[in-house]
């Protein structure tokens, strides 16, 4: 009888033993670890955060390229500008053009200052001297006609110009020169002529 009263105060004690231990750490660790997972996922978008994303991925997709305009050099070879540089030209046929000499030339500068008018001016000239050789204008002001008359002297020419503000004056200059117009284009000042392309002539 005692030896049983012994053996249910032991099982009673195993019992109530076990019944205190505390939970092992693991499995709090183990629950900890997957709240942190739920919290480090990536928020799920929005079905209107999606469209927008998409959206802007197409238009940024189709948006043209604009063409390059040779960087910021005004000179650039074959530019818009470059071509705008360039004069209009109206040489005057051969034919239609009068001999004279360089000292008519400067003679028919007095004509000129006794001129009201850039229209009078041009009248004397051309009633003295005969069509200018050439006319040129910038391609944006056409009107605004520069007019040369030239005289050949052996390998040089002497050279009336008439501006288009009415300012005129007489020079000389050299049949084999090419003035520089631009980057890539160049003028004989005594025949009118224009060269284009980079030339060491």
Known sequence: MKLASVASILGLALAACSSSTP???????????????????PKAKTAAEDWAEKKVAAELANEPIAPSRDGADPLAIDSELEESSIPHMEITPA????????????????????ASTLEGAVKKLTQRLGKPSWTEAPKSSPNAKRR?????AGNQCHRLVLEADGAVQVETASKSEWRMLTASARQNPCTGEIKRGISHD
């Open 148 to 152: 040369v008359w030239v005289a050949p």
């Open 95 to 114: 034919g239609q053009v009068r001999k004279k000499s360089p000292g008519e030339l400067n003679r028919a500068i007095g004509l000129v200052k006794s």
């Open 23 to 41: 939970e092992p750490v693991v499995a709090s660790s183990t629950t900890l670890t997957s709240a942190d997972a739920r919290e480090a996922q």
